[in-house]
């Protein structure tokens, strides 16, 4: 149950929740997605499934949110069991989104945790945002996103995209939501880098709602011509090409549950720079302080060399150097199909 889910409208939206169920079914389970994020519908979806005969052993809700309510239900009901796997960013005291709602609908939520058998969050920092709310579960685990098995794959650099071989990439991918993305801070590093050399590129990958507001702020920045790179939306094996001709990525999110490109990048053995947001820290990558990465362009620039030609920043961090985090092979879809069915054979073997 979800109530995100790729669709003719928007192919994007809950791609990570697609990946998890195909992972899932390929290991030969018989998965069925309710998907809607209107109570009435999921309940119109439930009923043709049993109009069919179909029962599931089974429940994984995707995203703590009303829907959860037929989750309860079919385990009062049938005793059918349900974890919780979360990605929403609402519990995040940065995003805020979950404390501004009513009390009735935050003790709701706390009600559909409480019952489940397990909660899975993305991350380790989703778990104590949601621990701060009041969220608990009777166990607490983490599964990764997939990563498409393309981005690990290991290909010479080219320089078809770089007109200077001997510059420095750097490439930025996001969904341009200034409020979580801060894409303005890191135009203002690029443009005091800018003033100190020019041997680099900042590739900017992607499109969103603030993308046109964003790229007006770039022009009044006046970085120098050949400097910015904005490609649009491009496909993820387009993104997988460009960070295997990137010299380093760079995440300047304000929040993050999870940051999956942080997760390609490590699966492509290229070095991450980024604020301390979802995975970041897990993957070793080199952090930047928020308080940098939002008001101290000067700093955030150094930051940026030390990534990209292995200087020292003023604390003595150093970027990773090494190829892949070992944590990469918990991103395949296989490791996570195998994952989730330990923890669906783990549920079905207590007394519920």
Known sequence: MTPWYPSEQDAMSGLFVYKHAEAVRASGVDVRVLASQGWTDMWRQWKAL??????PDIVQLNVIQKQGLLAMWLKRRFHIPYIIVEHWSGYLPENGQFRRM???RQNLYRRIAREAEQILTVSQPLQRAMQACGIEAGEWGTIHNVVDDFFFEKSPKTNDQSPITNHKTLLHVSCFDERAKNVKGLLRAAKMLSEKRRDWRLVLVGTGVDFQEVREYAAGLEIPDGLLEWTGE????????????ADALVLSSRYETYGVVLAEAAAAGVPILSTPVGIAEELGALIVPQEVAQHKPGRFAEFIECILWNEKVANNQSPITNNQSPITSQFTADAIGRKLLSVYDSCLHRDI
């Open 50 to 55: 049993r109009r069919e005969g179909w029962m």
């Open 102 to 104: 009513s009390a009735a």
């Open 234 to 245: 491009l496909t993820s094996r387009q993104v997988a090409e460009r960070l295997q001709n």
